[in-house]
């Protein structure tokens, strides 16, 4: 199993939970979170105060899924997410050790 | 009517006449009286809901609760000192600096008319309307204290202020027999509608001596400390601009012709103003932002207001586009060159606003709009430059100078008294947790619940 986390831009949200549906890949897990990478931030005044935003707002995507499905879905997530310009976000795979469902125990990819 | 009728009712035509007179009276005063409780309540509106709200949209999260505080608490304590002793020392007596007691604890305040201000509206009517003003304008100078004051400090500064400088000045410039008051006889006749020296000098200069003697807030201007929430401040100028046909037509003190003509150029002023700042902005700042555009209206309105029952509507405009344009300046340039923490712009706003809407008035007065200066035949005397007055546009500046003047000593010993009496500022760990938590015990926004 993988743990895939992908950083994106807000409004992109809706295209990659579409995508992902499309391709069968129904739970994940949503957060809004703030950071930058490369992406410099950007310039907001109030009254002629100026103020440098370099932490913007993003959205956390992370979802598990089997083994033979993760290039699928990282190729799928990432056409989803991308624009071609600078703060698309990045994507992370992380080895998941094991999984249970709560209800009724399952465990490994089966508890996905 | 053929003479025999004529003759024939004679006997009671005198009683009926009386009657006539009576009930024609009373239809005035119900038209008049109808519009003034609608106004008085406007002008309240104007401090709660609306500059509570838009004061609260400009400070951080953290203050939202407590800079509301201090415009809503106003409303109640105000109207304690205006029932005791403040109105009385406004309006009371025929002096030329303050009242007297005549009229404390709103002796001889009752439903008949009070013909030395208005003698169509119950005297209660007039009291009442003249109390919200007493209380929005110490609720405008909480702008320049905003985030740092003590709760404590902030109520006794506030019961100080009325009376060291609200009422002497509102008395000056509107009482009976005042200093400034061109309608009664004033020494330097001083144009003021509805408050442009009375209201937006005193508390704008108030203000600015308020933000130099407490200093700046914790970090700043190295710590962003941006608006938390324009929504709130869009929604309260929204209410202010409205409350403020109140503020100015109200200031007719009648259902008059006049009362629509300071509506007219208080709605030009404002919107003139609006355009002015966001102009100033764009070319400036290459954006035309909301908190200017809502900003601008504001400085248009307080601009407007000494002019309002005095100016033709092209000269509001003109008011309202200078306004626009000479208060974005004040708050964006020389704020910054000086460096003082007027937090939100009351001083920026208010005073050089009102400032200048009083200087502008002695140019653009004119007695086609008001004739209530009259002379020994009854004939309507010029106001201002545009009727060849240009002496008036010095008695502005002299009214302009008193209004500094009073609110800048005034204020400046009233900090000193609070500041013995209970310490001004909170401490640094209070500022920092916000007022909400350390003075209040609670948040504004609890998103768990």
């Known amino acids: 199993m993988k743990k895939i986390e992908a950083i994106i831009q807000p409004f992109k949200l809706d295209e990659v939970k579409e995508a992902l549906k499309a391709i069968g ?26 103020y440098n935003v370099d932490l913007l707002p993003k959205v956390k995507v992370e979802l598990v899924v089997p083994d033979n499905r993760c290039q699928e879905v990282l190729h799928t997530l990432a056409a989803s997410a991308r624009t071609g310009k600078i703060g698309d976000g990045k994507i992370f795979v992380y080895e998941v050790g094991e999984a249970v469902r709560i209800r009724n125990d399952d465990r490994g990819e089966s508890a996905l | 009517m053929p003479a025999g009728l004529l003759a024939q009712s004679s006997p009671d035509a005198s009683a009926r006449l009386a009657a006539l007179e009576a009930s024609t009276q009373a239809a005035q005063s119900a038209g008049d009286n109808a519009w003034m409780l609608v106004a008085s309540a406007l002008v309240l509106m104007m401090t709660g809901p609306g500059l509570a709200l838009f004061y609260g949209g400009l400070v951080r999260r953290k203050n939202v609760l407590a800079t509301m505080m201090q415009s809503f608490i106003l409303m109640a304590v105000v109207t304690m000192l205006w029932a005791v002793a403040g109105y009385s020392l406004a309006f009371g007596g025929s002096s030329p600096f303050i009242g007297n007691l005549h009229f404390a604890f709103l002796h001889n305040v009752g439903g008949a008319p009070n013909p030395d201000y208005a003698p169509t509206i119950p005297h209660q009517t007039f009291m009442v309307y003249q109390l919200m003003f007493a209380i929005i304008t110490p609720a405008l100078i909480s702008g320049a204290f905003a985030e740092r004051m003590k709760f404590s400090a902030m109520l006794l500064f506030t019961i100080l202020w009325s009376f060291i400088v609200y009422c002497p000045m509102a008395h000056m410039v509107w009482g009976k027999g005042g200093l400034l008051n061109a309608f009664s006889g004033g020494v330097i006749p001083c144009l003021d509608f509805a408050g442009g020296t009375v209201v937006h000098i005193t508390s704008g200069v108030s203000a600015l001596v308020c933000a130099l003697y407490l200093g700046r807030r914790l970090g700043y201007p190295a710590v962003p400390m941006k608006p938390h929430n324009l929504v709130l401040s869009f929604v309260g100028a929204c ?21 629509t003509s300071a509506f007219v150029a208080t709605h030009f002023g404002a919107a003139a103003a609006a355009l002015g700042w966001v102009c100033a902005e764009w070319i400036h700042n290459g954006r035309p932002s909301v908190l200017g555009a809502i900003s601008g209206s504001v400085a248009g309105l307080v601009a407007i207001t000494p002019a309002s029952g005095f100016v033709q509507p092209f000269p509001a405009l003109f008011i309202g586009l200078a306004a626009g344009f000479f208060c974005y300046f004040m708050v964006v340039s020389v704020k910054k060159k000086f460096g003082y923490d007027d937090s939100l712009d009351a001083f920026g706003v208010h005073g050089s606003g009102g400032t200048l809407g009083a200087l502008l008035t002695g140019v653009f007065a004119t007695s086609a709009v008001n004739g209530g200066l009259k002379d020994a035949a009854g004939r309507a005397l010029p106001l201002g430059l545009v009727d060849g007055r240009a002496s008036q546009v010095l008695n502005q500046a002299i009214g302009c100078a008193i209004a500094w003047g009073l609110a800048a000593i005034g204020t400046l010993l009233i900090l000193k008294i609070c500041d013995a009496a209970v310490g001004l500022r909170v401490s640094k760990e209070q500022e920092m947790e916000g007022l909400d938590l350390s003075l209040h015990g609670e948040e504004g926004y609890i998103f768990e619940s």
């Open chain 1, 25 to 50: 890949i129904d739970g994940m897990t949503i957060t809004d979170v703030r950071g930058h990478g490369r992406q410099k931030g950007h310039k907001e005044v109030y009254r002629g105060q100026e």
């Open chain 2, 239 to 259: 209410l202010l601009w409205v409350g403020w046909f109140g503020f100015n037509a109200g200031s007719a003190l009648a259902a008059s012709s006049l009362a």
